[in-house]
């Protein structure tokens, strides 16, 4: 019963917007078919960042959803910045079940045991909020991340934080998700996002503050889910 994490699979396989385009993405799906099916039994749980499907709406999102879905395991998903079909919890898990997509749940304000891990999360947000409206999304993001945090340590097991943005980036942090993390002792925080060579070099991965950081984007891990220890 293993826990591995990935984030950003950008899927399309319901519609026009190819990611092969963007160098080393070629072949993606099939890479990462490869690698799950040689990785993830049934018996895992894989977490899956944001950045899932690049469909629109929920309706739309059924054929990349039903791929993740026949993959190996049990798949939670966490919301991403390009998740536009995210609605509420609700309305996901009613789309979920409707459609027999049973090996998939959300992470939303709540926690998932795991390998004797307590998985939990949000999306996140930008490191620099400037306007009210950042400020606003920000401040929601803290208080999911609060309750996701908080509902975990009632397992008794070691929280551990799966976020989309990255909170820490180069020279740049977000203080306000940062501050959350320190205030639980949170000893490891994996996050997704970040795309390409030139932008990963400049990712937090180890420690920071006495957390442990590591960036899961597709890209950096090759398309291949990485095992949570």
């Avoid at 795991?114 to 998985?119: G, S, T, V």
């Avoid at 306007?131 to 009632?154: P, Q, Y």
């Avoid at 980036?169 to 996050?191: A, D, F, G, P």
Wanted: glycine residues 6%; charged residues 25%; aromatic residues 12%.
């Amino acid at each position: 019963m293993s826990l591995f994490a990935i984030a950003d699979l950008h899927l399309s396989l319901g519609e026009d917007k190819p990611m092969d385009i963007f160098a080393g993405w070629d072949n993606y799906v099939e890479r990462l078919t490869k690698n799950w099916n040689t990785l993830v039994t049934d018996d895992d749980t894989v977490m899956i960042a944001g950045d899932i499907s690049w469909a629109m709406k929920l309706e739309q999102t059924y054929t990349d959803f039903k791929y993740i879905n026949d993959l190996p395991g049990k798949k939670i998903f966490l919301k991403g910045n390009h998740d536009y079909w995210w609605g509420t919890k609700s309305k996901i898990e009613k789309f979920l079940d409707n459609n027999k997509l049973n090996s998939i749940n959300i992470l939303f304000n709540n926690t998932y045991v795991c390998d004797n891990k307590a998985i939990c999360g949000t999306r996140g947000w930008f490191l620099e909020n400037e306007s009210d409206a950042d400020v606003k999304v920000l401040n929601r993001e803290v208080g999911r991340l609060e309750m996701s945090i908080s509902e975990a340590e009632k397992t008794g097991l070691e929280p551990v934080v799966f976020l989309h943005y990255p909170p820490v980036y180069c020279n740049t942090e977000c203080s306000e998700i940062m501050n959350v993390l320190l205030k639980h002792n949170i000893k490891r925080c994996y996050y997704g996002h970040i795309h390409g060579k030139s932008n990963m070099r400049y990712a937090v991965e180890g420690d920071y503050k006495g957390i442990n950081f590591k960036l899961i984007s597709c890209d950096r891990l090759a398309f291949m889910p990485i095992l949570v220890r």
